[in-house]
């Protein structure tokens, strides 16, 4: 008898299994070479189906050599045109040419090439799919009760992250490193699972990296190409909060159901965002709202009634189209990251559908800080009304966002009105800080006076824009002291401050027009002398940069002793990011990175950019 088999049974292995069960022995199989460029395709793309029919035909050439059936390979090979077309069935028909032209049997666990071969007059058996039985995961026995993450790398000792929340230790788990073998039963294992189990899906199939729901696991896979070894992460949440958990539960709650609200909740890795968020989603759900997610991944722990959409065709402005049309009274997005994240939210928002976003942040006003440039400022309280800062698993701080049109605080002259944001701490009504437009440009004012921080917020602002003004006119470092109201002194090197006075002082007087205020400019020396000889001046720990703009690169170069430390890199004083210096003494930021966009929009309106230590 001739057979000829599809890419179904050659993964799952039926044909090798029925050829040792004596069933075939002595036939001949026609193996299609539109298979064979299907499957290595898959195994290119580091998808563990095409491994396994890879697997198969090895077992077949075995039988082959030891006599018990006939091998022949025939037919044209898959095209990539064919390879992309095959869930439309280019690839099934190609198999059902050859079966036909070879006069065999076709088979096919799959039910629909088998009703199409049926329908063709093809002699067509069906095999009903396996169902493989699925145990408990050989990685889950790297994980306890006080285990969040699990993180193994081929030729690496096992590690895992493990603690309550807020402090959470990454630590090695034994002393053993593991091995290519072992990493790659438990990469097939999860894959299986995921493929197989109801409670288990693969979120994400791409050319080195697979990413799979499995129960509570968010499992992570990636290979080379895309990664230099063979590594799996595996994420699971170690707590399950209800809002009656947190501070200000009772005015949150009621808060939220007032009326449809925009939300962002901030916090650090691992701070308890994401554990906050499904508590909230949760409430929102048993108290009759229509609740859905936003996801990539899917990662949020929610109940049932709440159902997570992911990317539609590759983009979430596609996904939130689609929302839209449920009407969702509220949605969860978890995380806001890029421009196009904070677009699709501020549109959503502005659709009037309730909104709360999940956001990156080390302080409760980065995350107002992440919509400046991205959406219009006046249009910020009508987005974002509340911003719900995490810190070790808690409620930290929560901060109410208005408007309103008046002279900024601190400020004088009644022609100086203007929309002011103003972001007050939702338990007290005390204003925290003030966001508005000064000389074209967004400042953040904050209006609580610290040790640390014992300048106005009129002093700052003041002092931001003189040494904007200065470091356009000079590409050597600047320092700025601000002495009264209307007085200002600038520090500059010896051999800029020529150039920084101007010809005749005509430089200088413009910018002292421009600002309304008065500006004597010495050298850095002098500045130092005057601290040492205890002056109230306060030198800048920060070192001043001139960024490099490439086609790939943004470069911040530093000086080469400085290579390894770990800086943070702000504008105007504003926190950016944190980063490690390199080894030649510069930071390189990739272009189109969600950092570059942020660093690229602070150059663009000339902010002043210094990079300080991460203390």
Sequence with gaps: MNIVPDTSVVVDGRISQRVEDGEYEGDTVYIPEAVVGEVEAQANSGRQTGWDALEELQRLVELADDGKISIKYVGERAGEEDIQRAAAGAIDAIIRDVAMEHDARLLTSDIVQAEVAKGKGIDVEYLEPLERELGELGLEQYFDELTMSVHLKEGMVPMVKRGEVGE????????????RETIEEYANEVITTAKRADDAFVELSEEGMTIAQVRDMRIAISRPPFSEAVEITAVRPIVKTTMEDYEHADELRERLL??????????????????????????????????????KPRDLQVGKEVTQYTELGGEMSKTADSLLMVRPDYTIYDEVRKTDDFEVFADMRLAGVGMV???????????????????????????????VYIEEGDVETVYDVTTEVKVPEGLMEEDLARPVIQVKDFATGTPAYEIYTFN???????????????????????????????????????????????????YVSEDEISHVIGKGGGRISDIEDRLGINIDVRTLGERTTETAGGGSSEQEAGQLVTPEVTSRHIILPLSGDRAGETVEVQADGEYLFTATVGRGGDIQVSRGSAIAEELERAIDRERTITVVPNE
């Design 357 to 387: 976003g999940v956001v990156h942040a080390t302080r409760p006003i980065d995350a107002l800080q992440r919509l400046v440039g991205r959406v219009e400022l006046g249009m910020i309280p009508q987005i974002v009304d509340t911003v």
């Design 168 to 179: 959470i230790e990454y630590q090695s788990t034994g002393d053993e490193e593991i091995d």
């Design 258 to 295: 007032e009326r449809d609200r925009g939300v962002l909740i901030a916090g650090a890795p691992g701070a308890g965002k994401s554990t906050f968020a499904q508590a909230v989603a949760e409430f929102l759900s048993e108290h009759d709202n229509v609740v859905k997610t936003m996801e």
């Design 440 to 490: 074209r440009q967004v400042v953040t004012v904050p209006l609580e006076e610290t040790e640390e921080a014992p300048e106005s917020g009129v002093d700052k602002l003041a002092k931001q824009e003189v040494e904007r003004e200065i470091q356009s006119a000079t590409r050597g470092p600047v320092e700025v002291d601000i002495r009264g109201p209307n007085e200002a002194v600038v």
